[in-house]
């Protein structure tokens, strides 16, 4: 499992291997956080020597096999952004400047820490108002992991479904309702794939 799949809604994975050709194209804000992502990457290579003189790297996919229960292992896989000697750094692009980190984004970088075996994290949004940095210090080990594995569900957040390519097409969306939201199918959404 992708770590970018662990973390956001588990049928939202399934479709995209479905139906391939909706899931690549990519939304103007998406095509944005990529190219922020892709340029900062290239810019911390180039420029190595003076910005980070203990990289590792910005180009390793990284996995390690966390066991569910006696039956059941699975296999995450992640490619962090940049790698540091001690610490996994995670870049993302926001219209606007938050207080604090979105859960999701927390969650990919514990995820890529666990994934490199370190106990410092960074998550540094770029913004068009500045940058705006949280550093994470904890020891990830398996039972984050198999927390997120046990409670991956069709949505995981209920915010994921508006910005959803799949939202008219899926039995698991939510649909706000006057302030509340609910499902199309609550007996479907309980047991998602």
Known sequence: IHTHDLIRCKHKSYLETVFPEIATSSAPALFLGESVDEFVKKLVEMMKDNLFTNL????????KTVKLDEETQITI???????????????????????????????????YMFLANKNKGALIYFTP??????????????????????????????????????????PYRLIPEQGNISTINKNKNENSS
């Open 56 to 63: 590792e790297t910005t180009n390793i996919e990284l996995s």
């Open 77 to 111: 896989i992640g490619k962090p952004d940049i790698l540091l000697e001690d610490t996994v750094i995670e870049i993302k692009y926001s219209a606007t400047i938050e207080n604090k980190p979105h859960e999701h984004h927390l969650n990919q970088l514990k995820i």
């Open 129 to 170: 108002q500045g940058l705006r940095e949280y550093i994470i210090e904890e020891n990830i080990d398996e039972n984050f992991i198999a927390e997120l594995l046990r409670t991956w569900r069709s949505p995981r957040y209920e915010w994921e479904c508006q910005y959803c390519t799949f939202r008219h097409i899926c």
